[in-house]
């Protein structure tokens, strides 16, 4: 019977989407702060700033010479790779940093 009604996907998807709307604006609302937040500490950060340079400046200084050398920035997924710089003692490059 209900598969004969007319539509009756999309009143179902509709009637659930009405159910549910508190708790999901909640918890969308509570990331969207936590989100502002993060970006609040970003914008007043005074050591942020700081250690991106030296961490370019690390990165300039170790390809010095070849075509990456001397860059004006980077892509903040470059971050990953600073593990990967390990010296003789197994020490990575964040360690120096």
């Known amino acids: 019977v209900i598969g004969k009604m007319p539509a009756y996907q999309q009143r179902i998807d509709c009637w659930c989407f009405a159910m549910t709307y508190k708790e999901q604006h909640a918890s969308y609302d509570t990331a969207l ?22 961490i370019l400046a690390v990165g300039n200084f170790l390809n010095g010479g070849t075509n990456r050398g001397q860059a004006d920035g980077f892509d903040i997924e470059s971050l990953a790779k600073l593990e ?14």
């Open 33 to 54: 702060r936590d989100f502002l937040q993060v970006v609040e500490c970003f914008q007043e950060s005074e050591m942020l700033p700081c250690l991106l340079g030296i």
């Open 84 to 97: 990967g710089i390990k010296d003789a003692t197994g020490k990575d490059i964040r360690h120096f940093i």
